[in-house]
C-alpha cells in the first residue's frame, strides 16, 4: 500500500521561508514523480511544481518560479518543496503526489500540510 | 499554459442521480486528462486517468470520457458518499493545470 506522508503545520512571518517533506512508503520510486499542489483557504487546486527523483529534474510553474525548490533524497524516498518570500498569500494546504514518471497521472496523494503566514 | 473550464461551478443533485460534469481544455490534450474527487478537510482523491480509466479501487459507478478538448465525468447513481468537489486536471504538458472544481451538493 503506497502513502505519503508529509511534514507537520508550520506557522511562518512574512518573508520567511518554508521546507515541507514527503516521505513516500511502498512501491518502486524510480517510476515515479512527485508533484506538490497548494490548495488556499475556500480555492481550487494550484499545481506548483514536479521532480523526478531519478533524474533530479524539477520542472516549476511560472507563478512560482525563483521562489519555489523542489528536492529530493533518493535514498530515503523523501522529497521537499521549500518555498521562499513568503506572503500571506502563500496561507494554504500544500500537498504532494505521486505522478506517474512514464505516464504522468497523479495517483496517491500526501495528507497536505497547513502553512500559515502571518506577522 | 493550458486553461481548463469546467461546468457547472456546482449542481444539486438527489440520491440515485445521475450526474455528469463536463471539462474543457483551451488546446487539444489526447486523453492526458485526469479527475480528483475531494470531500470536505480532506485530500483528493485520484479517479481517473488518461480520460477514461479507472484507478484502482475507484467504484465502476465513475466513468470518464472524450479527448482532444472535451471531456465529461459521469456519476451512474449518485451515493451520499459522492457528495464533493469535483477537479479536471491536465498533464499534457508542464505546467500541469487544473479546473476550477465542480461542487456536487445534495438537492
Known amino acids: 500500500q503506497v502513502q505519503l506522508v508529509q511534514s507537520g503545520a508550520e506557522v511562518k512571518n512574512p518573508g520567511s521561508s518554508v521546507k515541507v517533506s514527503c516521505q513516500a512508503y511502498g512501491g518502486t520510486s524510480r517510476n515515479f514523480g512527485v508533484a506538490w499542489v497548494r490548495q488556499a483557504p475556500g480555492q481550487g487546486l494550484e499545481w506548483m511544481g514536479r521532480?523526478?527523483?531519478?533524474?533530479?529534474?524539477?520542472n516549476y510553474a511560472q507563478n512560482f518560479q525563483g521562489r519555489l525548490t523542489i528536492t529530493a533524497d533518493k535514498a530515503t524516498g523523501t522529497a521537499y518543496m521549500e518555498l521562499s518570500g513568503l506572503r500571506s498569500e502563500d496561507t494554504a494546504l500544500y500537498y504532494c503526489a505521486r505522478e506517474s514518471r512514464l505516464y504522468g497521472y497523479i495517483d496517491y496523494w500526501g495528507q497536505g500540510t497547513l502553512v500559515t503566514v502571518s506577522s | 499554459d493550458i486553461q481548463m473550464t469546467q461546468s457547472p461551478s456546482s449542481l444539486s443533485a438527489s440520491v440515485g442521480d445521475r450526474v455528469t460534469i463536463t471539462c474543457r481544455a483551451s488546446?487539444?490534450?489526447?486523453?492526458?486528462l485526469a479527475w480528483f474527487q475531494q470531500k470536505p478537510g480532506k485530500a483528493p482523491k485520484s479517479l481517473i486517468y488518461e480520460a477514461s480509466s479507472l484507478h484502482s479501487g475507484v467504484p465502476s459507478k465513475f466513468s470518464g470520457s472524450g479527448s482532444g478538448r472535451n471531456f465529461t465525468l459521469t456519476i451512474s447513481s449518485l451515493q451520499p458518499e459522492d457528495f464533493a468537489i469535483y477537479y479536471c486536471q491536465q498533464y499534457n504538458s508542464y505546467p500541469r493545470t487544473f479546473g476550477p472544481g465542480t461542487k456536487v451538493d445534495i438537492k
Open positions: 488546446q487539444h490534450i489526447s486523453n492526458f
Open positions: 521532480i523526478l527523483p531519478i533524474l533530479d529534474m524539477a
